[in-house]
């Protein structure tokens, strides 16, 4: 976690375009403090007879839901600056080309999470910051 | 918001019924008040190598999966009645075609939502009303 | 319920190790009492260009995103045991072939949820168990 899901249009983005979003994603979350290999985004290309807003095919939308932690960001001025930081993120990928864009986010537990067989470090723990400078989950 | 993800048959829907089934799905929401433009309804379609019910393959499922606003129906009679519209929305594109489905909702935080760059306006205000009038995002 | 959506690599299974994959995943969530038809799994291939972790293209990540009801796990012995029997089911569909995974779980409302038209039953309730048995919803 985060976890990004993208939908967007067929050929709306070229692979170049796809790892510099992915890395904006990423250095979002990061600048929180995370470990950079937490964030994951996928896309997925959805062709204009599956992607319909509001009722209607649509070819120029990119439609993002966002899985991040409960707790994670509390405090509602905090929520609103995450708010429009996610937006700036996702402007260049589409307001610049043209194209519409939704997003919404989910916070789910902590706790029920893992990777590769680890349990992740406390937030702001020695070995957080050990996953963080390794990029890689590190036993402790 | 409203976010339908339809993971269905291969072939299961023509376009036509695709669109239909979205046009469903967005008046259910209108009905609540709901600029129709804020409904996004995506399409999956799964291969029966791919789609696992109860660990055996299954090509005579659809399984919806639907995020809306949390707060948005607290009331128990309310969410009972609104869960019974979502399953006579999909009815018809599933019962009727000889396939078994299942849904649910999840309910996520409102305050980290964003559309086209703008903070949607609170629900039951002038500027909502005229979202769903214009059926697109205006700067307010 | 639950909804388990693994995205891994293009090629990463056989249609037999997805089957038994799924079949593990639903066994999982039998042994807590559920139905097994109640469990569903999608397997989603991702191509490398799609697939980012930590801002670079992936190809040997598998990402699993669980939901399932909320206050089904609550205790938190309960819950941390949960989450090493998840890890145990993903790990020899993913470390044993050298494959980085990751899942997290969300838990979204029990009465926004319907198959078939039908209410399912209440947990441990007879109907419930007749389902179990039948493995299909049943009017009751």
Do not use: C
Request: net charge negative; aromatic share 12%; no cysteine.
């Amino acid at each position: 976690m985060p976890l990004w899901n993208v939908y967007h249009p067929v050929g709306a983005y070229s692979e170049e375009e796809k790892r510099e979003f992915a890395d904006l994603v990423t250095s979002l979350h990061e600048a929180a403090g995370l470990p950079r290999f937490y964030v994951v985004t996928l896309f997925h290309e959805v062709d204009r007879g599956s992607f319909y807003v509001g009722g209607e095919p649509a070819d120029d939308v990119v439609r993002v839901a966002i899985d991040i932690f409960a707790r994670d960001v509390d405090d509602p001025a905090r929520r609103e600056s995450f708010r429009h930081r996610i937006g700036a993120v996702i402007t260049p990928f589409a307001t610049a080309k043209g194209l519409r864009w939704e997003f919404h986010v989910d916070q789910t537990p902590r706790d029920l999470w893992m990777i590769n067989g680890l349990v992740p470090p406390p937030p702001g723990s020695d070995a957080e910051r050990l996953w963080a400078n390794e990029n890689r989950a590190i036993p402790y």
